[in-house]
């Protein structure tokens, strides 16, 4: 299903209605009805994230975050936690580098509450120099949590490593400097220009009637004008690949934790390539579960390391490759080298049958577990609408991977192995390690 600037679509997928309507003003609401489902996860979202703030304004998306929920012309703070509580459903929001989601899953009959207060906190927030201040310290304190996780600072310093100066490389959430450098009228600006109509994107999922979810937010916009001007959605995001940086080696940051933290990194695809499949079918094999090549080696056969996997981070126009470990760091260099030669053997030889067989099957039954939730399902509305504006359902997906052909595993693995690579170390007398980055 193509999700064009149709005034309305719909169409039935796996035992479920999916709808899409874009009202006059731009805004956009897609629905999946799911029969028989007792409850709905609904959220307002903007396909803006960190990547998109301006210098000196870095953190301000995830300050906005923070700061929507503390109050509005109708509502505080209190009032905003106490709605959900009151009926026994769940809110929360999520700052990501490509957008931002305000989201909350109750029962079916309390989403017109939840519709209610959701989008008068997106319309409608105060955001008073009180409450901009005390959250300032709230995110610093969480910024400080984050700071004790040596696997979150290996993770945010291989980003930087792979794309140094781009906006995909800061880090989402902001760092203690520029929390503290942005101002109140600074995040207000942030507000004022992108949680606008033509950005606004309502997604639902599980007991939910389109009509009446079309109805009620149309109830709820009404109030603040938000239906009086006409205008079609804005764009989505280019997905234009462009030429990347050259990377960071070598990071090593040395704190005085029991583990070496390791985080190999490639540059790789965007996350709409045609070889998204066959690179998800790749890290399976190498990284993604307890019969992967990674867990089996690391940990299984010589014991270095209780956690080791892979991934893939794609966005609209660039992406990375990642493979991690943690071990003592008496083994850092031994792990490091199994990391970069488990990526070169495939690049190299390619994968068995059995691998792929079993890899394809590993995906297919995490895919159908994934989407059980409504709260996934709701997510990939959103992840369709304002990325490549393509919905797959479930069933698409899975003929996706199993079109995957062999070969083509091998194949991309050669593409990732010959890009530019960082490696990040977290953690005591590491440095060593630069003669293997």
Known sequence: ?????????????????????????????????????????????????????????????????????????????????????????????????????????????ALPLALDVILDMFTSAKIGQHDFDVERTVILEELAMGEDDPEDLAHEALASALLPDHELGRPIGGTKETILAVTREQVMEHYRQHYIPQNLVVTAAGGVSHEALVELVQQELAKVGWLDAEANPNERRSQMAFEMPKTIPFTNLDHDFSQANLLLGYQSIKGMDKDRYALGLMSSILGGGMSSRLYQEIREERGLAYSTYSYQQGYADAGYFGLYAGTSPENATLVTQLMRSGLDSIAEHGVSRDEFDLALGSLTGGLALRYESSLARMNRLLSAEIGSGEFLSTEQILQRFQQVDISEIQTVAARIAANSSALVAVGPNLEVLKQLA
Do not use: Q
């Open 1 to 109: 299903m193509k999700l064009g600037l149709l005034d309305s679509s719909d169409f039935t997928a796996e035992a479920s209605r999916i709808c899409r309507t874009v009202l006059p003003s731009g805004v956009r609401i897609l629905s999946e009805e799911i029969p028989g489902a007792p409850s709905v996860a609904i959220a307002a979202s903007v396909a803006v994230g960190s990547r998109d703030e301006l210098p000196g304004t870095f953190g301000s998306t995830h300050f906005l975050e923070h700061l929507l929920f503390k109050g509005t012309d109708r509502r505080n703070a209190k009032d905003i936690s106490v709605a959900f509580d009151s009926v026994g459903g769940s809110s929360n929001a999520a700052t990501a580098k490509e957008y931002t989601s305000y989201y909350a899953r109750v029962m079916n009959s």
